[in-house]
């Protein structure tokens, strides 16, 4: 199945610089990968996402991007303020069979956004 | 914008005891899920539900648990005689059709067995 490896697991940055979050994943079949923002006792909330027909992608503060030859995706959050201090989670999502469309999850990424 | 509901937020219950997990996902989804996380941990996937039947379901997902769409809008998880082990939190999810499309969390029932 599908395993998906996540980098750091946590980081401190200082606000207004910027906070990169790594992901590799394994199966070459996975199509979708979103991003996830967990604040404590929440659910995870997606904040930006993209998919494997496309290399780059941005949303104001935040960017992914990735590279599907070498398999892995990255989360770019540039001028970090302290509401962005939060667990981070990537994901990996495996289409399968049809309606059988599970994410595979990344450990965590703890930002903390120092003031 | 259209939400996951879940219910409750917070459940205790006695070791061995049975407990339901209540979600209404977003009207127009076709596609329901379980996850669970344990405090600290990463979230991982329990089952996926489609056209009223498990379409998958994982190692964790054995038959201490079971999911159920009783009417056109609940999706419950059941856990028969809980463990301690199964004290995490659940989260419910849906998406309105394939590769991710309009896959949407809800904001967790945490279950602590004592």
């Known amino acids: 199945g599908e395993n998906v490896e996540q980098h750091p697991s946590t980081l401190s940055v200082q606000e207004g610089d910027s906070a990169v979050i790594k992901c590799t994943y394994s199966?070459?079949?996975?199509?979708?990968f979103p991003w996830y923002k967990q604040e404590l006792g929440k659910g995870p909330q997606l904040i930006i996402d993209i998919r494997s027909n496309v290399g780059e992608k941005k949303d104001q503060r935040i960017a992914v991007t990735l590279n599907k030859t070498a398999k892995h995706f990255s989360l770019h959050i540039t001028e970090t303020q302290p509401e962005d201090s939060a667990v981070y989670f990537c994901a990996a999502l495996n289409p399968g069979d049809f309606g059988n469309e599970k994410l595979t999850f990344g450990t965590g990424t703890r930002l903390t956004i120092i003031p | 914008e259209p939400e996951v509901t879940q219910t409750p937020s917070h459940q205790v219950t006695q070791m061995g005891q049975e407990v339901i997990l209540r979600c209404v996902p977003i009207s127009n989804h076709l596609y329901f899920y379980w996850y669970r996380q344990i405090l600290g941990q990463k979230v991982e996937f329990l089952v996926s539900f489609y056209n009223n039947e498990i379409s998958e379901k994982s190692e964790i997902f054995d038959d201490q648990f079971s999911v159920e769409r009783p009417d056109g809008s609940n999706f419950t998880l059941k856990i028969r005689s809980t463990k301690l082990e199964d004290s995490a939190m659940y989260f419910c999810a849906s998406s309105r059709r394939g590769e991710g499309y309009g896959y949407t969390f809800g904001s967790g029932t945490r279950l602590t067995v004592v």
């Open positions: 199966d070459s079949a996975s199509n979708y």
